[in-house]
């Protein structure tokens, strides 16, 4: 099976920084995608951060937050600048995977890491 895990997530004052990360493991071929969504209470979860051929970020982020990879590893990285108390949310670590031997890609989740913006 496949499982991500991550850690790095807390709480901070508002204008500071965090940074998140995932490792995938277990039986994979490849990994065609990583990324971020949160979500915060009372509201759908939303995409924060994608890392394929290219990358893609939320409008809400862009300029603050940055992802990165590491393939060798199977991480992915997002770290948070400048944070705002809206930034508060449940982080979900996200991935399509090649499992070996099949033909199709899945997508998994992690278990969520939470990140409170607060003084």
């Known amino acids: 099976q496949v499982q991500l895990v991550e850690s790095g997530g807390g709480l901070v004052q508002p204008g500071g920084s965090l940074r998140l990360s995932c490792a995938a493991s277990?039986?994979?071929?490849?990994?065609?995608?990583m990324g971020w969504y949160r979500q915060a209470p009372g509201k759908q979860r939303e995409l924060v951060a994608t890392?394929?051929?290219?990358?893609n970020y939320a409008d809400s982020v862009k300029g603050r937050f940055t992802i990165s990879r590491d393939n060798a590893k199977n991480t992915v990285h997002l770290q948070m600048n400048s944070l705002k108390p809206e930034d508060t949310a449940v982080y979900y670590c996200?991935?399509?995977?090649?499992?070996?031997?099949?033909?199709?890609?899945?997508?998994?989740w992690g278990q969520g890491t939470q990140v409170t913006v607060s003084s």
């Open positions: 277990g039986s994979m071929f490849s990994i065609n995608l």
């Open positions: 890392s394929s051929s290219k990358t």
């Open positions: 996200n991935a399509v995977i090649r499992r070996l031997g099949g033909p199709y890609d899945y997508e998994y």
